[in-house]
């Protein structure tokens, strides 16, 4: 009897709280309610715009597509004729020559920047505005303007300056592949760094300023508090901004594609999928060239941030 009463007195405690829950999820469910209608706006976004892509281009990779439309299932083939098309590694080649520049250009300039600027006290907004100004310009426009820079003759900037102080004239774009590809990553560098820079003062300036104050006491200079206390300290921004960089400088287009077009044999990987798709009129190989980068970026990513963790574990 005592069981049979105790298990009433539950039952009628769970009727009185459940609408008492119900309540309070509906509560919830109003006061969170803007909250959820903006990520289903998020949600709605990457499904259209990054998802669907995804998943279509997987599935045009096995078929044969053109601009007018005409569709048919070829298997493998597009791979086949991707990977034995002698432009695939020549577009791979100047890809990772662009990505190794990149970081050693690209990567390197804009923390030694930021570190340049957190350091300055007088007009440091100007110069930070500065910076940043490049980011401003309508890519294609500057890419215009620095192709008029590597102009060959004595019109282009550059070879202006060099004939200014007796130098002779460069072919910038035209002498060999390597310094074309440089001269592009000097473009990408210049108008991209703005962003990363910012970044990185964001991070410099949460650094403590007594970690400073105590290596200065120790008689480190700046060349030391950088090694010793301002990259120990970004360590985990210089790692994700280094990922993020390599993965942009591997999806390389507007640069070759404005700049040199397919002088010097720069055409990247990106720019042969472009080409795939809008010269040779052949959707599925563009398809099945943009599958096989995207599975070496997530391998790659996949990769590092797994050295990452145990990096961090150790």
């Known amino acids: 009897m005592a ?165 002779p004239s460069v072919q910038w774009l035209q002498s060999s592949h390597t310094l074309a590809v440089l001269c592009l990553v000097l473009f990408s560098t210049w108008i991209n760094m703005g962003g990363t820079v910012l970044v990185y003062l964001a991070s410099l300036q949460g650094i403590p300023g007594e970690l400073y104050e105590a290596a200065e006491l120790d008689g480190a200079g700046l060349l030391r508090r950088v090694w010793h206390v301002t990259v120990p300290q970004t360590r985990l921004i210089l790692s994700m901004m280094l990922l993020l960089q390599i993965v942009g400088t591997m999806q390389v287009f507007l640069e070759p594609y404005i700049i040199t077009g397919s002088a010097n044999d720069t055409t990247s990987v990106v720019y042969l999928i472009y080409q795939y798709a809008f010269n040779y009129d052949n959707y599925g190989s563009a398809a099945a060239l943009g599958v096989l980068l995207l599975l070496v970026l997530i391998a790659f990513a996949g990769g590092y941030l797994w050295l990452s963790r145990r990096a961090e574990e150790e």
């Open 3 to 167: 069981t049979i009463n105790l298990t009433r007195a539950v039952a009628r405690d769970l009727r009185a709280a459940d609408p008492a829950r119900r309540g309070g999820l509906r509560r919830k469910l109003r006061r969170n309610a803007t909250a959820y209608l903006f990520l289903a706006g998020a949600v709605l976004c990457f499904a259209v715009f990054s998802w669907y892509p995804m998943i279509r281009e997987v599935i045009m990779s096995f078929q044969y597509t053109n601009f007018a439309g005409d569709t048919k299932w070829v298997g493998l083939r597009n791979y086949q004729r991707v990977l034995h098309d002698p432009d695939f590694w020549s577009a791979w080649r100047t890809t990772g020559l662009f990505t190794l520049f990149a970081l050693v250009v690209g990567y390197a300039v804009p923390f030694a920047l930021a570190v340049v600027l957190n350091e300055i006290r007088h007009a440091r907004s100007y110069f930070r505005l500065l910076v940043y100004l490049p980011v401003m310009m309508p890519p294609v426009a500057a890419a215009f303007l620095w192709k008029w820079f590597y102009t060959p003759d004595d019109s282009g900037l550059f070879n202006a300056a060099l004939h200014a102080v007796g130098l």
